[in-house]
């Protein structure tokens, strides 16, 4: 995902996200993660309790919206697989919520149309996109130049790295330069797994080091579980998810965050979608719904106040 100030448990807010979503955990564990729809318009949000503050229509964004969405007035979104605090499972449902699943329905709420939230594993979202399965991804996706090539991204927050390792880190990971040589758990098709650990790899191979080995993983919870159960030595992935689980997994803790960047949503390039969700996006993060629901997930420091369109990472 980010796939890319202080780690979320220090931040402000944390004890609300933890009381909301202690008990997603247990829930999220036997949900579905494959490409299952887990459809909510955002017209029904605040009766189905997702708790998304009102914002008002922006006439300006939506009447630059490509005459397809005019007419359906839903905009299809896709969110990656379940992973607390920015996109889960409300307990005992099949609802997300989450960071991602909220900015994705203040945005619904700017242009005035419904969100219909489809899940699927983050590594199937942009041939999702080319395919015409989903319009948008709000799924903490860094823009990067070679997913620009295909989507167009406006920023919406920024996120960080973390590295979690075993509780007394007894592998003495202490940040990126000391994962050469050890099993590092990652999301199949993340930042840190295209992006990051090829680099860290060069500096290993020119260090006289032996190569990161990589495992992949569909959702973060399964590289965590590996973790615990001694099968990895680290996980490296986005810092608000292991952060969170740090939180609720007294196995693990994080050894480092950093690298702090935005992450945008993403449109196809020739939906002619990025204008509209541009306009939309400037009127979000200047609201104090943006600011609520940032902090409803303990994560006020990942607000941002320019939604940059296409600034690469």
């Known amino acids: 995902m980010k796939n890319p100030t202080a780690a979320l448990r220090a931040k402000p807010g944390l004890s609300a996200v933890v009381a909301t979503a202690a008990m997603m955990l247990a829930v999220t564990a036997c949900s579905p993660t494959g490409n299952a729809s887990a ?11 997702t708790g998304v503050p009102a914002l008002e229509v922006n006439q300006a964004a939506v009447d630059l919206l490509p005459e397809s969405i005019k007419a359906s007035k839903v905009l299809r979104v896709a969110i990656p697989t379940n992973e607390p605090p920015t996109q889960f499972y409300r307990e005992g449902t099949q ?5 991602n699943p909220d900015v994705a329905r203040l945005i619904g709420e700017a242009l005035g149309v419904k969100v219909d939230i489809q899940v699927a594993n983050f590594d199937s979202i942009i041939p999702g996109l080319a395919a015409n399965r989903y319009d948008m991804t709000v ?6 130049e070679k997913r620009m090539e295909v989507l167009d991204f406006v920023d919406y927050m920024q996120i960080g790295n973390a590295i979690a390792v075993p509780k007394g880190n ?3 990971i202490k940040d990126e330069n000391a994962l050469c040589g050890k099993k590092v758990g990652l999301l199949t098709g993340s930042y840190q797994l295209t992006v990051n650990v090829p680099a860290y790899d060069e500096a290993c191979a020119a260090a006289g080091k032996d190569s990161i080995q990589r495992s992949e993983f569909q959702d973060t ?20 998810i ?12 994080v050894a480092r965050t950093y690298e702090f960047a935005p992450v945008g949503v993403g449109v196809p390039k020739e939906s002619g979608l990025v204008k509209s969700v541009s306009a939309a996006l400037d009127a979000v993060i200047k609201s104090e719904s943006y600011t609520k629901v940032l902090g409803k997930y303990g994560l006020e420091t990942s607000a941002i106040t320019d939604a940059r369109v296409n600034f690469a990472q």
């Open 39 to 49: 459809s909510n318009p955002s017209g029904d949000a605040a009766a189905a309790g």
């Open 95 to 99: 609802e997300m919520t989450g960071t």
């Open 139 to 144: 799924s903490s996706m860094t823009p990067t």
């Open 170 to 172: 007894p592998g003495g």
């Open 221 to 240: 919870r399964q590289a965590i579980s590996a973790l615990t159960s001694g099968r990895l030595d680290t996980v490296l992935a986005d810092s608000p």
């Open 242 to 253: 292991l952060n969170f689980a740090a939180t609720q997994n007294p196995g693990i803790e």
